[in-house]
């Protein structure tokens, strides 16, 4: 067996253990792996290179955005990198990250030994460097980059130069991935479940990834119709989206959003079981409402579908649709504040701590809730058409985005780190991440309200003088919170390979921490059970079971 040190101990179980049999040594593990650590290793290393890529993206927006008047790109280049931002985040950071934090944890929860379809996450994998070699490949072409937004709206991508195909072939790659990805997660969870663990005893983080991989592969496919009509209007003399041709823009927009919002829940979904997790275990107490929180979940995917047209209520539509989609946006609220009630009844006089996984759920609760508050603000049709193309929704998407799906992603990763690797990390330096990342959010997005209610547009290179100073709050903003980005890097690198001398993880890294993950050693081995591990589900209670530390809620 193959042992990792630290101190000269051994770390038995370690990820080079030989459990049955062990990874293959080299480059070729990497790339011909099947084994779900290792792929979730591979997304979630992606997602950080993408992190970065679009955080760079993004400092160029905000570097030019820093004064009025134009600084060093003119306006279809600054648009390249806005429109290439969004993408990256979206499609390259945030998905792929809840896909590796699925393919590893996952499995390990409901007691699988591996996810469904080995090969097949493989390739779901392989797929998005591909995708992403040819979405940049347009900044190297005549015409340059994508600069009509992530939308994609016609008939102005029509005009989009020599890369307009490799961009529609990567979302397509894109879309390959996540529903191989996703029907992978479904299939798993369906039948690989240990015996004895029932739907409604499943962990809360299980629970929201069966919602979202239905929402994926449910609206996937619209994309990829949507895309594929704009490549035939642009190639093949069709006008699904052509006016001269008798076909209609605004189509273009109903498809798009039809997937385009239930989107937003697919990169929201699964940071609800995220912090669903993480609160109960540093609060010491079981979630509240755990059935309440999966028929919220289960509410939410369902409403996500039959919002989309809120999206576009500038657009002009006809005053019974505008009412249908104005009430039905509205309605989604009641079981996102169920889910955000629930989080805080179990923080109430439960035994606290506030590590840094904690830190940052807290942080969720509070501001993906002011984006919340924002998103009910442009649900109502007479006040939307104020907020509408303005950087009040700049701030509002982003509330949900970066303290939403970027903070929870960062906080399962100091939670599950410790299982991942055997080593403790430094939770000082994890507090000064998460305090630095808090402050300097809302240093960029919060003065973007004003920005927005004062009239600023979005996607303008150029602005007038009375903006001035909000811009340049939000610009400093922006390069300190990347800058703070890279304790988190640290933190990570210094756990994967530099180690000597780090705390070594006990098996259950949290006293609060509950579920089939923390039976196996820490660090994971390669293979987590070898048998279904019926014997530590209780089948007569929602509860799995430790035979060290007594009854365990798989709730939490």
Not at 326 to 332: A, D, E, K, N, P
Not at 544 to 551: A, E, F, T
Request: proline letters at 7%; a negative charge; charged letters at 10%.
């Amino acid at each position: 067996m193959a042992e990792q040190t630290i101190h000269g101990e051994a770390l038995e179980h370690g990820p080079q253990a030989d459990h049955g049999h062990g990874p293959p040594k080299g480059i070729m593990r990497w790339i011909s792996t099947t084994n779900h650590k290792d792929l979730g290793t591979l997304y979630l290393v992606f997602s950080c290179l993408m992190f970065i890529i679009g955080g760079i993206f993004s400092l160029v927006v905000r570097a030019e955005l820093m004064e009025p008047g134009l600084q060093f790109l003119d306006p279809s280049t600054y648009n390249e990198f806005m429109t290439m931002h969004a993408l990256v985040m979206i499609f390259g950071a945030i998905m792929p990250g809840f896909v590796g934090l699925a393919n590893w944890m996952v499995p390990m929860e409901v007691g699988a030994s591996d996810l469904a379809l080995p090969r097949v996450n493989n390739w779901g994998f392989w797929l998005l460097p591909f995708a992403f070699v040819l979405l940049f490949s347009g900044f190297f072409m005549p015409g340059g980059a994508p600069q009509f937004g992530w939308t994609m709206y016609p008939p102005m991508v029509l005009q989009m130069g020599a890369a307009f195909p490799f961009m529609i072939f990567a979302v397509h790659l894109m879309g390959i991935s996540s529903i191989t990805g996703a029907i992978n997660v479904a299939v798993t969870i369906l039948n690989m479940r240990a015996p004895g663990m029932t739907l409604m005893k499943m962990p809360i983080f299980a629970w929201s990834w069966l919602i979202t991989a239905y929402l994926l592969i449910v609206t996937m496919p619209v994309l990829a119709g949507a895309v594929t009509m704009l490549l035939t209007d642009k190639y093949f003399g069709t006008s699904f989206f052509d006016a001269t041709g008798g076909g209609d823009p605004i189509l273009y927009e109903h498809v798009f959003w039809f997937f385009g919002h239930p989107e937003v829940y697919i990169m929201i979904l699964p940071a609800f079981g995220i912090i669903s997790t993480i609160i109960p275990t540093f609060a010491r107490k079981p979630l509240f409402g755990y059935e309440s929180m999966v028929y919220a979940l289960a509410c939410i995917g369902f409403l996500s579908m039959i919002v989309w047209a809120h999206h576009m209520f500038a657009d002009g539509l006809p005053l019974p649709a505008e009412l249908f989609f104005m009430f039905s946006t509205m309605l989604i609220s009641v079981p996102t504040g169920v889910k955000i009630f629930n989080w805080v009844a179990t923080m109430w006089r439960g035994s606290m701590t506030y590590e840094t996984p904690m830190l940052f759920s807290i942080a969720f609760v509070v501001l993906f809730s002011i984006g919340g508050f924002s998103g009910l603000m442009m649900a109502m049709a007479p006040v939307d058409f104020q907020y509408h193309n303005t950087y009040f929704i700049v701030a509002h998407f982003h509330y949900v985005l970066v303290p939403g799906a970027a903070f929870s992603i960062i906080a399962a990763v100091y939670y599950w780190l410790p299982k991942w690797t055997g080593v403790m990390y430094n939770e000082k330096l994890g507090k000064l991440h998460f305090w630095l990342s808090l402050v300097f959010i809302n240093v960029i997005f919060f003065p973007q309200h004003f920005l927005g209610l004062a009239g600023m547009i979005r996607r303008t290179a150029d602005y007038p003088v009375q903006f001035a100073d909000w811009n340049m709050v939000s610009s400093i903003g922006a390069f300190a919170f990347f800058a703070s980005q890279f304790i988190f890097f640290y933190i990570l690198i210094r756990c994967l390979w530099f180690r000597k001398g780090m705390v070594k993880a006990t098996d259950r890294v949290w006293d609060g921490a509950y579920g089939l993950e923390w039976v196996v050693p820490s660090p994971a081995p390669y293979h987590s059970f070898h048998e279904p591990p019926g014997e530590y589900v209780d089948a007569e209670s929602p509860w799995v079971l430790d035979v060290d530390h007594g009854p365990m809620a798989a709730r939490g």
